[in-house]
């Protein structure tokens, strides 16, 4: 969830310059709950990275959430680098009822086991809140990639094994680490958000996926506000359509189906 005033013109003219045309990022709650119209359950949240410009108010979320919470779950974001950011977490999860958490190392500027960030694992662990976690590039040219390669989050998984994490994106462009990943940890997912952008990789990134046996570990994503629910699951039954008659493998429409239709709120105890 994005608004005027969550998010500056230079995070706005990265943004556009990354998809090498203007992009509209104001997404107002009402052209979110449209575009969400396709979906029976839409996880919602904002992030906290004043870093690179993109600061979302974890109370606007939660806001958002309690006029459709039938259909809303929302998530938190918190920034190591503000001073209160435990309490933050304490009052936006307890006291505004969000359900998870967004982070962000690339975004928000810190190693992904800075000393800082570990009491929110703890937090999340001990409180069975999911963490979903950008571990991967980005377009502000201020995130420091040395923080994005998701084979940085298997510390993570050997310090808090009962955690539940998702990689956003596959991790891209590290999109074999995070399948190697995820294959080996059995609480850690990933969403093929904002793939279909780029077809040959996100084409590569399913059949890798089928190939090692965790198509059961990718969960649906939009990326919204640059893209929509509908364009993805409309971009994930013609992924095979790259392939023409080359002779190339396709991917199964049963593993296709079972990512669009996959009950990811049981899988992250959100049910």
Request: net charge negative.
């Amino acid at each position: 969830m994005l608004y005027p005033g969550h998010i500056s013109d230079t995070f706005v003219a990265e943004a556009s310059r990354a998809k090498s045309e203007p992009v509209n990022l104001n997404a107002a709650p009402e052209d979110h709950w449209q575009a969400m119209g396709p979906v029976d359950t839409a996880i919602v949240f904002g992030m906290r990275a004043k870093h690179t410009g993109l600061v979302v108010p974890n109370d606007f979320v939660a806001d958002y959430v309690k006029q459709h919470p039938e259909k809303l779950i929302g998530f938190a974001s918190v920034d190591p680098n503000e001073p209160d950011y435990m309490d933050e977490l304490k009052r936006a999860t307890k006291g505004l009822g969000l359900r998870g958490l967004k982070l962000a190392p690339i975004y928000q500027n810190y190693h992904p086991l800075d000393e800082r960030i570990l009491p929110v694992y703890e937090f999340c662990e001990r409180n069975d809140l999911p963490i979903l976690i950008h571990q991967g590039t980005t377009f502000p040219r201020l995130g420091p990639l040395k923080y994005a390669p998701p084979i940085l989050l298997e510390d993570v998984a050997f310090q808090f094994p009962k955690l539940t994490m998702i990689i956003a994106h596959m991790g891209h462009p590290w999109i074999a680490e995070t399948i190697a990943l995820v294959r080996k940890q059995p609480n850690f997912y990933t969403d093929i958000s904002a793939l279909f952008y780029r077809p040959w990789q996100f084409y590569n990134a399913l059949i890798l996926a089928h190939e090692y046996g965790v198509i059961n570990k990718l969960l649906f994503g939009s990326d919204y506000p640059f893209t929509t629910p509908q364009q993805t699951v409309e971009a994930l039954k013609n992924v095979n359509g790259i392939v023409g008659a080359s002779g190339l493998p396709q991917i199964p429409e049963k593993a296709i189906d079972e990512i669009i239709y996959r009950d990811s709120l049981r899988l992250l105890n959100l049910t």
